[in-house]
Every structure is written in C-alpha cells, then in structure tokens.
C-alpha cells in the first residue's frame, strides 16, 4: 500500500507542476500584463520552503472528520454555505479565510503549504515537499467522506484538490463563479469530476468531457417587486489587468449613458466589477453603487445595462430589464438580452430609455426554484453517483 500512494503521489505531483507550468504560459502569451503580475505573486523566498515543509507538519497532524464534510474553497458562496449544517462544513484557505472561518463556526483546512511546495517543484526543480504532502493527504482521506468545493480547478490550490480528489474518487466539484460565454480568459471545470453550472448551455465551453455537468442557475435567492423603479444600473466590466484599452473604452461608454441619462428623471448607478480601481471611475460617475449583488438584485425592477457580465444574466433571470451594449471588440452575450445598444451610436439616449421604460415587459425566469432546493437535489445526485452516505439533515 505504502509504494502504491507513492507511485500515485508522484504522479499526481508531476501533473500539478505541469499544470501550474500550462497556466503560467497561457497567460504569458495572451496576457503579458497579467503573467507579470502572477510572478510577482508566485515569487520564492526562505519563507516558501518554510511553509512547504510546515505544510506537511499540519497535514500529518490535521484530523480528518469522520461525519460528512463539505470542504469549500473560501468564501464566496455564501449563499450556499448557508443551506448546510455548521458542523458539515469546513473551508479551504489561507490566513485571510482561517480568521473569519473561526468566527462563523466552521472547520478550516489551511492551504498555503500546499502553495508553497507547487511554487518550489516548478521554478526550483525540487518537488520532494509537494510528492510528501500529497501522499500524506492521501493516506488521510482515503476512507474520508469529504466532498471539494473549489471556485477554480485550474491554479495551485484548486488543482491540488481536484487531482488529489480525483485519485481518491471523492467528488471534486467546481462552483462556476460566473456565466461563461466561451470567451473568458481561462475556463475552470477542466479537472474537477463535476461542474455546478448557471446555466447547462454552460456545459460546451467547459473542456471535460468525463465531467457531470448540472445546472443550478444563480447561486442566490431573491425576492424581486411587480413595481417599476426609475433606477438605471450601470454595471461594469472589469478587466483592466487583461485588456487595459477595451477596460477604459466600456468606462467612456458608460460615462456617456450617465451624462446621457442623468437628466432624464432617472436614478442612474454605476456598478464596478469587484476589481476596477476606484481612481479609474469617481470622477466619472457621482453616484456608484457599493450594494451587495442580492440587496441590488432585490425590491422593484431596474433596467440593468452592460455588456458581458454576470449580473446581466442574474438580474435577466430575476425579472429585471435588461440593455446589452454591443461593440465588435467585445465578447457578445450568450444569451439574449431584452434590447441592445450600439456602443458606437449612444445618440438620443434620453428619448430612447423614456419610451422603453413606458413599453417594458417584466418576467421571471419561470423553471427557478428555491436555492435550497436547487442545490439539495444536485447534491443528493452526486452522493448517489459516489455512493457515498448521506446526511438526512441535509436534503
């Protein structure tokens, strides 16, 4: 048993090198900016090597929980981790999640070791500290009943759970943080063994056909109103650290829209993807919205107006209005939208949103359900494909 986790470990350790190597590359040579900013990140010092070998001190030491355990990758899923019972739950992370994580209540599974060994067997040609740490986490899990949660399969953490997991037939399982369109710069779902998808049109840009795909739509509830406000929302792109001309050229867009508008009688809002920098958008904009996605997704109906993104879809399938800007240089929308505009042509804006605020047809997404069950009867799916034993509490 002792050689066979070892001739797995090292496999499995030459994949995530390789792995983390494919990523390197693919944003090297399409986007220069973002690759230099990933070697910043992943730059080694004394401190690297100290955390690989710590890495397999905690391993060997971190107890296994014998019940049923979800482990999320961080904690964006919220919404999510919410429907699951404290005690079930542990999340994944670094020193940022471990404090929060103690003051919710959950268990916790520290990560950088994990980080730190993958850096040192690629740029220094030394996996020893990763092929240990992976046969310690096999030979820890192997009789575990323990399910991945990961936001990404395709970088160092992620990946290192989506392979170990695989090896050991656990469910490895990527929670799509988006809507996808085909076009984004790196599409996760690639080594997990499921995919939790917004939409199961998703499924075709994912590269992975072993994988089981289910569609699970937003990963929020809402509770929307049959009134109509005069709220306009603006939502951003982001991207300025892959394609800083196009990032700057949607924020002159929807500057326009807002001077456009402004005067009109509507309440205009100009939402910033979670990785714009302020300094790029307070001068253009006098009013920014600092909601979070279910508080601006809630109450009466909005028109929304964007180009990609995945509020747009959200804020389509909860009954909103929705305006896509359309612009050759931009991805298009992978679903359609209730009008479009032309980025080239914003002329007369303040005659055309009045006539289409007269004439809007609201409708909610009619196949959405409860997230609660949403998610229940796609988990009970994926603990009956493993076989594995389940919580009735849960479902």
């Not at 990963?219 to 709220?231: A, K, M, R």
Request: hydrophobic letters at 40%; aromatic letters at 14%.
């Amino acid at each position: 048993m002792r050689f066979l986790f070892g001739a797995v470990a090292r496999g499995l350790c030459e994949n995530l090198i390789k792995e983390f190597e494919k990523m390197l590359l693919f944003y090297k040579n399409t986007y220069p900016h973002s690759a230099v900013e990933f070697e910043k990140a992943y730059k080694i010092s004394t401190i690297t090597y100290l955390k690989a070998w710590l890495g397999i001190l905690y391993l060997i030491f971190y107890q296994v929980p014998k019940k049923q355990t979800f482990y999320f990758q961080g904690l964006r899923n919220k919404a999510i981790l919410d429907l699951l019972p404290l005690t079930n739950i542990s999340i994944i992370g670094g020193k940022p999640e471990r404090r929060k994580t103690k003051e919710m209540g959950f268990g916790f599974l520290w990560t950088g070791g994990i980080v730190a060994a993958i850096l040192i067997g690629s740029q220094r040609k030394r996996p020893a500290a990763l092929a240990i740490q992976i046969q310690v986490f096999l030979r820890k899990f192997i009789n575990s009943n323990s399910s991945f949660f990961l936001i990404e399969d395709t970088l160092p953490v992620g990946s290192f759970f989506a392979f170990a997991g695989n090896a050991l037939s656990l469910p490895t399982i990527l929670l799509q943080h988006g809507y996808l369109t085909g076009t984004e710069i790196l599409i996760d779902g690639r080594n997990c063994s499921y995919n939790i998808l917004y939409s199961k049109d998703q499924e075709k840009f994912i590269d992975n056909s072993k994988a089981v795909s289910f569609e699970l739509g937003p990963p929020i509830d809402i509770l929307t109103d049959n009134f109509l406000t005069n709220e306009i929302v603006l939502v951003g792109t982001g991207g300025k650290g892959y394609i800083p001309r196009l990032y700057f050229k949607a924020l002159d867009v929807f500057g326009q829209i807002f001077n456009n508008l402004e005067t009109s009688g509507f309440k205009v809002i100009y939402r910033p993807h979670p990785n714009e920098d302020p300094n790029d958008y307070d001068q253009l904009f006098r009013v920014i919205d600092n909601r979070s996605s279910s508080e601006c997704l809630s109450g009466g109906k909005k028109i929304f107006i964007g180009y990609v993104s995945t509020m747009l879809f959200e804020a389509k399938t909860f009954g909103h209005f929705v305006i896509a800007i359309r612009d050759p240089e931009e991805p298009a929308l992978a679903y359609i939208p209730d009008y479009e505009l032309d980025a080239n042509n914003l002329e007369n804006m303040e005659i055309l949103i009045p006539i289409l605020f007269e004439n809007m047809e609201f409708k909610r997404y009619e196949k959405l359900k409860p997230l609660k069950e949403r998610f229940s009867n796609i988990l009970y799916q994926i603990n009956n494909i493993n076989h594995q034993p389940t919580n009735n509490e849960i479902y």
